[in-house]
């Protein structure tokens, strides 16, 4: 029986799809040296499949980049739409920060586009900008939580970085130590107590 | 008037010193990429100054590493010869641990010992064993914390990993975003919260 156009599409989606997982995991590792062959022998595909779905190495990490981009900003953009308190709207959306970074790949992936020299301007200036809405939104949430006393007082500015760096640090954990990365990963409610008052 | 001895001796140790300070900020850049000619000219020293004092970059970088892991280590045995309840010793040596961070280049060196892939397992052994030497420090100090009620109860692996995770976090900033690393650099107090009960 033939194929029908529609799962023949339907495997392309797949295919492209593996291939990212497979990539994600490449460049976590081995950031912006890696090559669309190392992408392939992980992904088990021939070098031919990969050059089908992506035009070359620049192409599939722009796409994983921008696919990392997608469920923080989903995260942020649904904070201001529920209902709550400052603070009720704080914990979950620092709750779902720090729970994201079980998964540490695509966040690995965005700390390189920030500190590799060679990693394209747009996609720099992407990652930059997701950072500071968030910076901004958490700053907002934390100055409103003050007003509830739902929040400890003090800098708000010196508050949103301390939260950032806790949380880009767990991913740190996963360059030095991959293995051990699940084991021992803090509960979210330990980094909500920088907050409480 | 001829130098003495004992001058020229000095003027040596100082001449080492400024170049180890200027390869500090090469290294903490640059990683393992920078090259003895990046540091002489950051130094502004000849070629044949810096190569009198180090055979090659390895040594700078050697050198580094091992400079950077002196301060820490001093802390760490120092919380153990002072007096106090746990729950004192550990604030003591948390805010050195985050205070110390404000000057993030050798915490960037070591960083990039343990994630580079060409640092020299003789290094990475060192920087790791110090990494661990201080878990081990910070753990006990929450355990017995725990006991005397001076820290909040719960997993003591996920309060070491949170602490961890934060003051590393800290550092990542300064990859980021150097020019503003000190600006809003977070007060010690906020991260003893994470401890407290």
């Given at each position: 029986?033939?194929?029908?156009?529609?799962?023949?599409?339907?495997?392309?989606?797949?295919?492209?799809?593996?291939?990212?997982?497979?990539?994600?995991?490449?460049?976590?590792?081995?950031g912006l040296a890696a090559?669309?062959?190392?992408?392939?022998?992980?992904?088990?595909?021939?070098?031919?499949?990969?050059?089908?779905?992506?035009?070359?190495k620049e192409?599939?990490f722009?796409?994983?980049?921008?696919?990392?981009?997608?469920?923080?900003?989903?995260?942020?953009?649904?904070?201001?739409?529920?209902?709550?308190?400052?603070?009720?709207?704080?914990?979950?959306?620092?709750?779902?920060?720090?729970?994201?970074?079980?998964?540490?790949?695509?966040?690995?992936?965005?700390?390189q586009v920030?500190s590799s020299q060679t990693a394209p301007d747009?996609l720099r200036?992407?990652?930059?900008?997701?950072?500071?809405?968030?910076?901004?939104?958490?700053?907002?949430?934390?100055?409103?939580?003050?007003?509830?006393?739902?929040?400890?007082?003090?800098?708000?500015?010196?508050?949103?970085?301390?939260?950032?760096?806790?949380?880009?640090?767990?991913?740190?954990?996963?360059?030095?130590?991959?293995?051990?990365?699940?084991?021992?990963?803090?509960?979210?409610?330990?980094?909500?107590?920088?907050?409480?008052?």
């Amino acid at each position: 029986m033939p194929r029908t156009a529609e799962a023949k599409q339907h495997i392309r989606e797949e295919q492209r799809a593996h291939i990212l997982e497979a990539a994600k995991r490449i460049f976590a590792r081995k950031g912006l040296a890696a090559t669309v062959d190392d992408v392939a022998i992980e992904a088990g595909v021939s070098h031919g499949l990969a050059y089908r779905y992506f035009a070359n190495k620049e192409a599939i990490f722009s796409a994983l980049v921008k696919q990392a981009l997608q469920a923080p900003s989903a995260d942020q953009q649904r904070v201001w739409d529920m209902p709550g308190t400052p603070g009720e709207r704080l914990k979950w959306l620092l709750s779902a920060f720090v729970e994201s970074r079980r998964h540490p790949e695509a966040f690995l992936l965005l700390g390189q586009v920030l500190s590799s020299q060679t990693a394209p301007d747009e996609l720099r200036e992407l990652v930059r900008k997701q950072s500071q809405d968030l910076q901004s939104t958490l700053r907002q949430l934390i100055v409103e939580g003050q007003e509830t006393f739902e929040v400890v007082a003090g800098d708000p500015d010196q508050l949103v970085r301390a939260i950032f760096a806790c949380v880009d640090g767990l991913t740190r954990w996963a360059v030095y130590d991959p293995e051990h990365y699940q084991e021992h990963f803090p509960d979210a409610n330990i980094f909500l107590r920088l907050l409480q008052p």
